[in-house]
């Protein structure tokens, strides 16, 4: 009997000894955000065993959309909650990256004590430029400066356009360097000329579309300041060379108290008398998506974009029209909200960051894992053609939608239909040659004013969205109204208090 | 029930308004019920409109063209959307019948004059009413403490006992009960469980019918749970798969600032606005066709007399 | 099997202990959920004085409340500004003119409905009036944008071929108390109407019959006997809504204006402005402090109304 229940024992322990073996693979769950996936395991029946082998790790992603974007990552970091070992992590939204390194939320990538990039990402650091780790350095808790998360190689440089149809323009005599030399502040005959041309049928047509929440960033020249999520402040750049100081020298000033603002908004007013602007663009919630509706429509002449490397064609192929970008400022600019556009950072609550992070290495230098988790299975999710672009099938659309942006180094994978082979290439060229703003590197810590904040930006949305439209009745008086009680709410120690970070951060550099 | 055809034949107007009264009645109710509906039937107007409508002369009763193609794109969601059924039923009945439950055991004794702790117990569910502890540490109590994320269970739990139907079913109680009812069982020597089942649960019917159709409807709607608490999409409820849509487009639109170029790629991947009016219309018809049920207790006694006793 | 040991238990001394059990036990799952989902959490109002941390591996939830920073009242602070004013009258204005006007509109369209002999038609009316509750506020919003769009609504196009000036819906704030008012009755009066008809199904006929025999009309039957039995729920009903006062539903005042700035001077309620808030600054403690004052204020009215309704009718009262 005694021998029996030994032999039952023994063999039990064996069996559960057995898988114990084949698993000495650690499992790490991934935070991934942005996209639309249904079906995971043709992906990772493959991806897993590769991992396995070559560095012991294998994943388990769990799919963030955009509906959950904010959500998922607050929660878990607002709970303490260890589910995830590797989070996607950005400086926009709420999902703030600064933020939660600060808090403590992530591990120190390049701590002394234990460099982890040093140890098993050196193949990673080789790759990405060095510039982006510049970008990605944070405070964390101890106060002292360093990368909470890796981040991704794609468009890091920003690019401000006017969007123009060139098909329309040239129908009316026009060409693009009219419209560039006539500048925002001199297109009323061109308006004028196709909105009457367009309307002749009886029906309306507004040539001018745009996002009024930031088409100002387009004529002032104000970057994004990384951190300031109610737009409140602008960092006037120079135009003419990005690299160098601006007008104002190396300062904040309150956005809506400059003079280019007002100049910027009584044109706009005029533009919107004059019929050229869309009024459903002045409504907070229907504004951004008349704007794209217009755009995607073919339905307008000149419009605002962020765009990137070789967009002209995506965007000419899907509108049937010719499309032309005309950036507002000499080169494209690397600043803090775009390299921290989209990161990975690793839990502070995971038990294996070293797994993590020889995951992170190897995702953003094979091109095989980058591949297979961002387009999915060759044959399944895509084919390569002759030219070695990638063209998508239906199973992809429909249960394998990946963010590109969202998972890692993009100048990894194959291009798609139409870029050409030596997209990536190209692509990376292009970025190599942005230049750095002045103040690059800083990013506003509001925690000192949240309640300041809270109140201005609160003022700010009453008015503003009216101002950059052209919809308000009164200009003048609505800016000067705004401006009064934003005064009255603390506008000027958030000014001051900015600052002061930009003084203590440009002499420490 | 020949009693009741007797009086329906002979008194037609017995005690009731007279015919001009009830017509004037009749075109007030009429038209607000047509207030009600004519925002649904704009809804399936727009899943049946043609996505190059909308983006031309936007949201209007009278689309430039028809188009099957919405119903084409939510059929193509194939199992999540029957799966989303399911849960959501699943979901609705479990939760509405152990809420009920729960809400109508809770409310008894509230109402029992000779309960020593009625008061107390009823501040007790009042007061939650009122103060909660807030998002945060609601979501790392259920999560962290009681488990629940990703089951069933975070889709039912958290919603269980609502103060306001407690109060209502009190009142339900309290109303329509009269309390020589319980002397005169209690007397017989009947036990609190069964005087409530078998003498005080078939007087309160239209209110537990009421109670009833108003938790069925709260966990038919929710969607915030499953948002907090959910990330397996096997678990989705309908009203989530159509959140989800509404959300994206939403969270897109608002970031297009940052996002830039990426954001008018993400655009171009989601289901369009037809598609989610669609998606409404998927959502309402089997609450709306389940309503009649509810509605024979809340409904029968109207016009031909109380059936109580 | 409980059922009948209770049956057979002798009447004693301790049956009223007994009863009091027995009682408890039917209490007691609703009351341990109580504590569970609601009481146990309850501790993160403290955030609403804290300079939230968030926790670490080190320091897990809610160790972390400990080492926050006490800040006082700090975190109510935003809620006091120029535009306070204006946030705290749209908020109890709408909310006092709602709840009378749903109460009025809602009790007379279930008087109504029960005195119609026509079932079939008044069980049809009802359904349609539960549609609005189905349908978001986005979804009613965008109903609301095929009228008011400023290029392609029908009441704007309808003006333009007219002649006239088309209105600047979004763009004008005077419309909109009343819009907003139609749409909070068109979306709760449905809600509440079947509340009240299910009150009025519970009357006993024969007391109608007995009224109609003493030569009383129908109008006076509806104030002698409806609405004396509808007045418990009518007085519970007030009592909660008076709860809500300090708070609004946020679809509402966000959605259905189209978070359109130059209406804000009659939109802005405590709800939106505190969501705005986070929006920019993602403070928890601020967001905690709204929701904590938006209770209180909603816990003193509460207690003042059920105080009155007790002095004057006792069985009324909520507690």
């Known amino acids: 009997m005694k021998k029996l229940l030994a032999l039952v024992l023994a063999a039990m322990l064996a069996l559960s000894i057995v898988p114990a073996m084949a698993e000495d693979a650690v499992e790490i769950t991934i935070l991934l955000e942005g996209n639309n996936v249904t079906d995971d395991a043709p992906v990772l029946e493959k991806l897993n065993p590769y991992l396995a082998e070559k560095i012991g790790v294998t994943i388990k992603p769990v799919w963030g959309t955009w509906a959950n974007f904010d959500d998922l990552a607050l929660n878990a970091v607002t709970s303490g909650s260890d589910e995830y070992d590797i989070m996607f992590t950005c400086s926009w939204t709420k999902n703030e990256y600064a933020k939660y390194a600060k808090a403590g939320a992530y591990v120190r990538l390049d701590d002394p004590e234990d460099d982890l990039l040093a140890e098993y990402g050196a193949a990673l650091k080789d790759t990405l430029p060095e510039l982006l780790f510049e970008g990605a350095m944070t405070e964390g808790p101890d106060g002292e400066k360093g990368v909470y998360a890796v981040p991704g190689f794609k468009d890091f440089a920003t690019m401000n356009c006017w969007d123009v149809n060139v098909t329309l323009l040239e129908k009316y005599g026009y060409t693009l360097e009219d419209v560039q030399k006539a500048g925002f502040y001199g297109w009323d005959e061109i308006f004028a000329k196709v909105k009457a041309g367009e309307e002749a049928d009886g029906s309306v047509f507004y040539p001018f579309v745009f996002e009024g929440a930031v088409v100002e960033r387009f004529v002032d020249n104000t970057p994004i300041v990384t951190g300031d999520s109610g737009l409140l402040l602008s960092y006037i750049m120079n135009a003419d060379d990005v690299s160098q100081p601006g007008p104002y020298g190396n300062v904040f000033v309150n956005k809506y108290a400059t003079d280019e603002f007002k100049a910027f908004a009584a044109q706009m007013k005029k533009y919107y008398d004059a019929g050229y602007i869309d009024p459903a663009i002045a409504i907070g919630e229907t504004a951004t998506d008349t704007w794209r509706n217009a755009q995607n429509t073919a339905n307008y002449l000149i419009s605002s974009e962020v765009s990137l490397y070789g967009y002209e064609y995506t965007t000419s192929a899907a509108r049937g029209i010719q499309v032309a970008y005309i950036m507002t400022h000499s080169d494209p600019y690397i600043d803090n909200t775009s390299v921290q556009g989209a990161m990975m950072a690793i839990s502070a609550n995971s038990d294996a960051p070293e797994a993590c992070m020889k995951f992170l290495n190897l995702l953003n230098t094979d091109p095989y894992v980058m591949t297979l988790l961002n387009y999915g299975v060759e044959g399944v999710h895509y084919n390569l053609n002759d030219q070695g672009e990638a063209e998508f099938t239906d199973a992809r659309a429909n249960s394998y939608t990946v963010w590109t942006n969202g998972v890692g180094n993009v100048t990894l994978l194959p291009p798609t239909k139409g870029q050409g082979a030596d997209f990536q290439q190209r692509f990376a060229e292009f970025y190599g040659g942005a230049k750095k703003l002045p103040i690059y590197g800083f990013t506003f810590d509001a925690s000192k004013v949240n309640k300041e904040i809270a109140a201005v930006a609160n003022i700010k949305e009453a008015y503003a969205l009216t101002l950059c439209t052209g919809a308000a009745a009164d200009v003048d008086a609505t800016l000067a109204e705004m401006l009064q009680k934003m005064d009255e709410a603390g506008m000027q120690k958030i000014v001051d208090e900015a600052n002061a970070q930009l003084e203590a951060f440009l002499s420490g550099k | 029930m020949t009693a009741l055809s007797h009086r329906k034949g002979h008194a037609l107007r017995l005690n009731q308004v007279s015919a001009g009264t009830e017509l004037i009645f009749h075109i007030i109710l009429g038209l607000f019920a047509a207030c009600c509906i004519l925002p649904f039937i704009f809804v399936v107007i727009i899943s049946f409109s043609a996505e190059s409508s909308i983006k031309t002369i936007g949201y209007s009763f009278v689309p430039a063209q028809w188009s099957l193609e919405a119903y084409r794109q939510v059929f193509k969601l194939g199992d999540q959307l029957w799966l989303s059924y399911f849960n959501s039923f699943f979901i609705t009945i479990v939760g509405t019948v152990v809420s009920v439950a729960i809400c109508v055991l809770y409310a008894y004794p509230l109402f029992r004059k000779d309960f020593k702790l009625r008061g107390f117990f009823t501040f007790f569910s009042f007061f939650t009413m009122i103060f909660g502890g807030g998002l945060i540490p609601t979501y790392i109590v259920c999560k962290n403490l009681l488990g629940m994320s990703n089951n069933y269970a975070a889709l039912i739990v958290p919603m269980l006992v609502n103060p306001f139907n407690i109060i209502i079913m009190r009142t339900f109680f309290q109303t329509s009960v009269p309390f020589d009812l319980i002397e005169a069982a209690t007397i017989d020597g009947s036990g609190e469980y069964s005087t409530l089942t078998r003498v005080i649960l078939p007087i309160v019917k239209p209110g537990i019918a009421t109670v009833a159709l108003l938790t069925a409807l709260a966990y038919w709607n929710e969607w915030f749970l499953c948002l907090l608490y959910i990330t397996d999409r096997h678990l989705y409820p309908l009203q989530y798969l159509l959140m989800e849509m509404q959300r994206n487009a939403e969270f897109i639109s608002r970031n297009s600032s940052v996002m830039g170029a990426a954001s008018a790629e993400a655009v171009r991947n989601l289901p369009n606005q037809t598609m989610r009016m669609a998606v409404v219309v998927f959502i309402v018809l089997p609450i709306a066709c389940a309503y009649p049920f509810f509605q024979r207790y809340v409904v029968a006694g109207l016009t031909i007399g109380s059936v109580k006793g | ?319």
């Not at chain 3, 926050?68 to 006091?80: A, C, I, K, P, T």
């Not at chain 3, 069980?123 to 506020?137: A, C, D, E, H, R």
């Not at chain 3, 039957?221 to 729920?233: A, D, G, N, R, S």
């Open chain 3, 1 to 319: 099997m409980l059922r009948h040991q209770a049956a057979r238990r002798p009447v004693m001394g301790s049956a009223g202990r007994k009863k009091t059990l027995w009682l408890l036990t039917m209490v007691a799952p609703g009351a341990i959920w109580l504590i569970l989902i609601r009481y146990l959490p309850m501790f993160g109002i403290v955030m609403a004085f804290l300079d939230y941390r968030l926790p670490t591996r080190k320091m897990p939830f809610p160790i972390n409340l400990l080492h926050s920073d006490w800040v006082g009242l700090d975190n109510f602070q935003f809620l006091f500004t120029s535009d306070a004013l204006t946030m705290i009258r749209n908020t109890l204005g709408y909310n006092i003119v709602w709840i009378a006007l749903g109460l009025v509109l809602a009790v007379a369209l279930a008087i109504m409905m029960s005195e119609l002999t026509k079932k079939f038609l008044a069980k049809t009316y009802q359904t349609l009036m539960f549609f609005p509750y189905f349908l978001s506020w986005v979804v009613a919003a965008y109903f609301l944008f095929a009228f008011l769009d400023p290029t392609n609504g029908m009441i704007v196009r309808a003006q333009k071929a007219a002649g006239v000036t088309p209105i600047d819906w979004y763009n004008e704030p005077k419309y909109w108390p009343v819009i907003l008012t139609i749409c909070s009755m068109w979306k709760n009066t449905g809600y509440s109407t079947v509340l009240y008809l299910s009150a009025i199904t519970g009357i006993d006929r024969s007391q109608y019959e007995a009224a109609a025999v003493d030569g009383a009309t129908k109008w006076q039957q509806m104030l002698h006997v409806t609405l004396p039995h509808l007045k418990p729920i009518i007085i519970v009903l007030l009592i909660m809504n008076v709860g809500k006062i300090f708070n609004a539903d946020f679809g509402l005042f966000w959605s259905v204006p189209m978070n359109s700035a130059p209406l804000f001077p009659v939109t802005q309620v405590v709800d939106t402005y505190v969501y705005r808030s986070y929006k920019f600054t993602g403070d928890v403690g601020m967001s905690t402090a709204a929701g904590f004052l938006q209770n209180l204020v909603g816990f003193i009215c509460i207690m003042g109304a059920n105080a009155i309704v007790r002095r004057l009718d006792a069985d009324s009262s909520l507690f």
